[in-house]
């Protein structure tokens, strides 16, 4: 099946700074990406739809400013958590969704902020 | 809202077959139905997809009945390793193309 990758897997910050996390798509093209955040023994939630160069939709309640999302190409799409504070630790998973409308999930990055 | 909804949890036994049901009223015309496996700190696992009747791969079988309001995850004789979190997954049409998790069916996997 399709790899999704994330990079970091983890990441621990202090608090104020920014962290920047990628998601790619190894062997397929993605013109939509998905970043998902999930708290302990919760849902994912979703948190914005990336779409190959163009803006980032984002749903309800989660604050675009506070959370970059960059989809450059095909393959990659990024999403910077910015000024991180301790309750934006979560585990941010992403997606990407091929042209058959396979949705493929990367293996999630660990946010810590101290 | 467009929405799934999946019972919390189920608990079963080694070797039996867990059949797990998700409702998803709202699904859009052209939408597949996805159904995942999550493990703790992991990323969804894709397990299998069909848009309607029924599909079985190596692993699950997927009942969609005509008005593909719900769909039914089969599992085989399950092993203690499948104890896991199972989410459905839909695309609904509202404001853009976009796919929602419901709350998820936590199984339990005894010996």
């Known amino acids: 099946g399709a790899v999704v990758s994330q990079h970091p897997s983890w990441v621990i910050c202090k608090s104020g700074t920014s962290v920047k996390i990628e998601c790619r798509s190894l062997d397929f093209q993605a013109t939509t990406m998905f970043w998902y955040r999930q708290f302990p023994k919760q849902s994912l939630m979703l948190m914005a739809t990336?779409?190959?160069?163009?803006?980032?939709?984002?749903e309800q309640g989660v604050e675009k400013d506070k959370f970059l999302i960059n989809h450059a190409s095909l393959t990659l799409s990024t999403l910077t958590v910015t000024s991180a504070h301790p309750e934006d630790s979560s585990f941010y998973i992403c997606?990407?969704?091929?042209?058959?409308?396979?949705?493929?999930f990367g293996p999630g990055t660990r946010l810590t902020v101290l | 809202l467009a929405k799934t909804t999946q019972p919390i949890s189920m608990d079963s036994y080694e070797g039996q077959e867990v059949n797990i049901t998700c409702s998803h009223n709202?699904?859009?015309?052209?939408?597949?139905i996805t159904w995942y496996q999550q493990f703790p700190s992991q990323g969804p696992r894709f397990i299998i997809q069909?848009?309607?009747t029924k599909v079985t791969n190596e692993v699950a079988s997927l009942f969609i009945p005509a008005d593909r309001k719900s769909s039914t995850l089969s599992l085989p004789r399950v092993s203690l390793s499948d104890t896991a979190v199972y989410y459905c997954?839909?695309?609904?049409?509202?404001?853009?193309?976009?796919?929602?998790f419901g709350a998820g069916t936590r199984l339990f996997v005894k010996a």
């Open positions: 069909g848009y309607k």
């Open positions: 709202n699904i859009a015309t052209n939408d597949y």
């Open positions: 997954l839909v695309g609904f049409n509202t404001g853009g193309f976009k796919t929602i």
């Open positions: 990336s779409n190959e160069g163009s803006k980032a939709t984002y």
């Open positions: 997606s990407a969704r091929n042209l058959a409308d396979e949705q493929f």
